[in-house]
T-cell receptor, first 116, second 115 residues
């Protein structure tokens, strides 16, 4: 069964609003979580890496003020897209990694964000 | 620079055919990991395999097999006797040398298996 969940699976929001996406590891403690973005028919691009209790490390070109990441517990990380614009519409995927899962990355089912 | 190339954008086969998905990588590091993931229409990536750069043994898991050749920097994936449920996008990935947790993905190959 699934070991990583994401909520919501789909969200539509208006331009200028903020959207929060949750990523949960279901049966293990995830010391590290990753956030990816996938454009239609394209590859996954890593946006940021977050370790529990510390600030996220963002990849080059990713605006940290726009994509706020919080990893407050060993089972939950959140990505908040602030002041969303249509170009932020995408498929956002998280993955989680921890000792109990041999540090393999397990991916969530993804969240499709549409900004109108 | 690290790079993963999956030259096949889409492949269509009929059930029971064998199919090979190609993956060629570039890295300056001597220690790295290679991965294959499956992304079905539902969107969730499913881990298939991780291979250490020092282990060139081919691997077989049921109908799946992987051929790792460092000499050609390739890590190809073969599905034997394909089934409709194999229809998905398959991604090959390479670990970043400075951070093995960071994965560099190829552009993916969409496999369609027709009944």
């Amino acid at each position: 069964g699934a070991v990583v969940s994401q909520h919501p699976s789909r969200v539509i929001c208006k331009s200028g609003t903020s959207v929060k996406i949750e990523c949960r590891s279901l049966d293990f403690q995830a010391t590290t979580m990753f956030w990816y973005r996938q454009f239609p028919k394209q590859s996954l691009m890593l946006m940021a890496t977050s370790n529990e209790g510390s600030k996220a490390t963002y990849e080059q070109g990713v605006e940290k003020d726009k994509f706020l990441i919080n990893h407050a517990s060993l089972t939950l990380s959140t990505l908040t897209v602030t002041s969303a614009h249509p170009e932020d519409s995408s498929f956002y995927i998280c993955s989680a990694q921890g000792l109990a899962k041999n540090y393999e990355q397990y991916f969530g089912p993804g969240t499709r964000l549409t900004v109108t | 620079a690290q790079k993963v190339t999956q030259a096949q954008t889409e492949i269509s086969v009929v059930e029971k055919e064998d199919v090979t998905l190609d993956c060629v990588y570039e890295t300056r590091d001597t220690t790295y990991y290679l991965f294959w993931y499956k992304q079905p229409p539902s969107g969730e990536l499913v881990f298939l395999i991780r291979r250490n750069s020092f282990d060139e043994q081919n691997e077989i898991s049921g109908r799946y097999s992987w051929n790792f050749q460092k000499s050609t920097s390739s890590f190809n994936f073969t599905i034997t006797a394909s089934q409709v449920v194999d229809s998905a996008v398959y991604f090959c990935a390479l670990s970043d040398p400075y951070n093995t947790d960071k994965l560099i993905f190829g552009t993916g190959t969409r496999l369609q298996v027709f009944p």
